[in-house]
């Protein structure tokens, strides 16, 4: 008679657990190294639906990542012009990994309405590099949302802005460079371990609400209540 072990089952049903995860996720690599692992819920990307692509606002002034890993795939996502003959006004990643591993993001808001960025889906602008000028909002509220990331803009002078992470662990990790602000915003391990240069801030408080939220945190800044 055959018999066989406990450890013997577990281990068989370990294996099967994995490649059915491995056959449920469609995993995309972009154009920085980044998985986009959609599950097999998901719809095609829509924002970039290949490796590669130059994701732009068209004019419109508006880019919406809305889905799941909707613009991983992109190369570079660029919101107005440098130039200032188009602006921006927002820049929505409110998919689950919306915007994540895309390490060019160029935004440009007019000098006068600027354009606010969000990053609502978890994980959204998680591993992103953004950059740009006249910025009006900064809205981090999804878990894990903008952590692992640059950030290197201006706000708008005569209207300076505050950076909101909001989420749960939203902003770890990362490093802000940011030219007219207004203080920032900490929920709970949002801003652990982050590099906070904020040029020209008028105002405003630097709020550590949550448990761990400014564990480890270096701010350098200055005109702060």
């Given at each position: 008679m055959v018999t066989t072990s406990k450890p013997f089952f577990r281990l068989i049903w370990i294996y099967v657990m994995f490649v059915n995860k491995a056959l449920s996720q469609k995993n995309l690599i972009n154009s920085w190294g980044h998985i986009c692992a959609l599950g097999v819920d998901d719809p095609p990307p829509n924002g970039c639906k290949s490796v590669g692509e130059i994701k732009t606002d068209n004019g419109l002034g508006k880019i919406e990542c809305g889905g799941n890993f909707d613009c991983c795939l992109c190369r570079s996502m660029i919101c107005?012009?440098?130039?200032?003959s188009s602006t921006c006004n927002e820049l929505n990643c409110n998919g689950d990994n919306g915007c994540y591993g895309v390490r060019d993001i160029q935004i440009y808001g007019s000098s006068d309405g600027g354009a606010t960025l969000n990053c609502n889906g978890d994980v959204s602008c998680n591993s992103t590099t953004i950059t740009g000028e006249n910025i009006k909002e900064i809205g981090c509220s999804g878990d894990d949302c903008c952590a692992y990331s640059i950030f290197n803009f201006n706000?708008?002078?005569?209207?300076?802005?505050?950076?909101?992470?909001?989420?749960?662990?939203?902003?770890?990790?990362?490093?802000?460079?940011?030219?007219?602000?207004?203080?920032?915003?900490?929920s709970s391990g949002a801003c652990k371990y982050g590099n906070f240069q904020l040029l020209n801030n008028k105002g405003g408080s630097i709020m550590c609400s949550g448990m761990h939220s400014c564990q480890s945190l270096i701010v350098i800044i200055n005109d702060i209540e």
């Open positions: 107005g012009s440098s130039d200032g706000c708008l002078e005569d209207s300076p802005c505050l950076v909101g992470c909001n989420g749960d662990s939203s902003c770890v990790y990362s490093q802000f460079t940011i030219d007219y602000t207004s203080g920032i915003e900490c």
